[in-house]
Structure formats: structure tokens, C-alpha cells
């Protein structure tokens, strides 16, 4: 149960990303003039290095420009593509669709890091895209996507040294997860969203996504490692220490929302305001140290206080979630119960 509940929560399916869609459809769809149409304009959209490209309906006719994007794992790319050429596959046994569903599951492969972590698009360049991603989700995702490979009867026709090497790569992106948990003052706490790829210290992105640790891409690091059949001490450490953690940070008695605002660009502005009756809060980032949630502009100055950067991220960004509400009140004591 906790898996399904765990790849629902990691499977918003945005403006661009289509493949998702059709996913649920049965075998004679996929074998269908629909079926095969979106199963040929997805080979068409994959990138000669295997991947595919985020902000881009894939399902239909890409441009040139488009097939030539950057392929990710970022904004859920690449993941669902291959589980639609998967389904293909099997629906119609065209090997054209077995042959870039290997070339997609290789891509992902090479794209591993000796460290066991996933950047967030490969190749991956010199900038922030190259740290090991949990931004997004991005390496949960891929490795939920890994299990189903090795795991799975509906990939039965993945050939036993690719099955082999999806195993062994979940595996060492658990051990990576380990590494990254950030410790302070000897505690294990949280992560990151994103990590060094070879030290595993926690690093920025953009420059307004901090060093901090992460009030929301560390809640599905911990769903993952509780949906482990035998975890390991260190998991079970690492889920205890991590829970420990979110119930510290929580922010209680506030709650977001949206006033009218005649002077701002768009009638309206985010604000913070103070109820004793709401639930919990997190915040997206959180000073290592302290726990004092984090806010910035695109100059990347730390302000403690959302009320005290522009109007532009305050209203353009998500600087607070409450997604590690479900994970406390009911996954943790769930996993707890089963252990």
C-alpha cells in the first residue's frame, strides 16, 4: 500500500508532461492507432543521448528545437516516457519501442554518479544542474522507476543484465541517501534538495534555493526509504532521525494566504498571518543550525522573514508546503505498526 501511495504522491502530472495520462489505458489501446501514434511521437521527441526534455509535450509532434532540448530527469521527464514504451512494447511487440525503452533505461544508467546519486539532467555541465538532485523529487522519482524494472512482472522482457544493473543502482542510491543526510551537531536531520556529487555536502541551486535543509523534497527521501521491505539499521536510523526532525521544525500558528492588493502587479499578494486553529507548516527551506526558515530574492540575501523579499518570489515561488503533515500523522505509524 505504502508504495502505491508513494508513487501517487510523486506523480503530478504537469502542463507538459502528457505520457502519464495514458498510462492506466489497457493493452488494446496501446495497440491501437492512438496508442501507437503517441508511442512514435515519443520516439521521435528522444534525445540522442536517450533521455527527453522537460516543458514539452512529447506525445505529439515535436520541433526540431524541441527533439534538440535538454534531456532530464527534472519536472518528472523521462520516467513516464519509458513506461509508455514499456506498455507499448508489450502490447504490440514492435521493437522499435523495446529498443528506445533500452536506450532510455541506459541513459539513466550512465547517468548515475559513482557516489550513487543522479544530477539533474545529464550530460550534465558545470553549473548547479550537476549536484546529485532531490529537487523536485528528481532521484526518487528515477529510482522508484529503477525498482519497478528489477522488481516488477510487467518488466519481464527487460533482459537479466539491465534488471541486474537497475538493482544494483537503486541500491547504491540508498547508500547515497545516507551519506547526504545532513548531521547537526552529530544528529541526523534532513536533506538538502540538492547534494555535492562527491563529498555529498549539501549545495544551492538557483539563487534563491539555499543551503538548508529541505522541509519538502526531504518528505518522499523518507517515504522512500520506509517503503524498503527489510531496511537496514542505518534506514531505519535515518527515518527516525528525519521524522524527529520534521515534528522539531513544524511551524504552528500561521497560516498562508492571499490578500487583495490594489498596488500589486496582480491585485493581489502572499502573506503569513497568524491562527491558532491551523495545521502545521513547512517551511521549503531551513537554516542548517538553527531551523530558522529561509527566504530570498534572486540576489540570493537570506532574509528570515517571507514578508521581507520582493513581491516577485514571494508570490512565484512555494516557500512553504505541508507535506510532511500525512508523513507524521499517518505513513511514519503505519511503518512503525509493520516493523
Known sequence: MLAAVLLSATSTVSAANRPRQYLNNGPEWFAGDEGRRVADNIIAAQSEFGGWPKHVDTTSPVSDEEKHAQPTFDNGATTDELRFLAKAFQATKDDRYLLAFQKGIDYILKAQYPTGG????????????????????AMVRL????????????????????????????????????K????????????????????????????????????SESVEIVRLLMSLEAPSPAVVRAVQSAVTWFDAAKLEGIRQTELPDEKSPKGKNKVIVKDPLAPPKWARFYEIGTNRPMFSDRDGVV??????????????????????LELLTRDYPEWKRRR
Open 303 to 324: 532574509k528570515y522573514d517571507i514578508a521581507e523579499i520582493g513581491y516577485e518570489r514571494r508570490n512565484g515561488y512555494g516557500w512553504y508546503n505541508d507535506k510532511p
Open 180 to 215: 547526504c543526510q545532513i548531521k547537526v551537531d552529530g544528529k541526523l536531520t534532513a536533506w538538502c534538495a540538492q547534494h555535492d556529487e562527491i563529498d555529498f555536502s549539501p549545495r544551492p541551486a538557483r539563487k534563491y534555493e539555499l543551503v538548508s535543509l529541505s522541509g
Open 118 to 137: 543522479w544530477p539533474q539532467h545529464y550530460p550534465t555541465g558545470d553549473k548547479y544542474h550537476r549536484y546529485i538532485t532531490f529537487n523536485d523529487d
Open 143 to 178: 529510482m522508484l522507476f529503477l525498482r519497478e524494472v528489477y522488481g516488477s512482472a510487467s518488466y519481464a522482457f527487460v533482459d537479466a543484465p539491465r534488471r541486474a544493473a537497475a538493482r544494483q543502482a537503486f541500491d547504491r542510491g540508498i547508500e547515497c541517501i545516507l
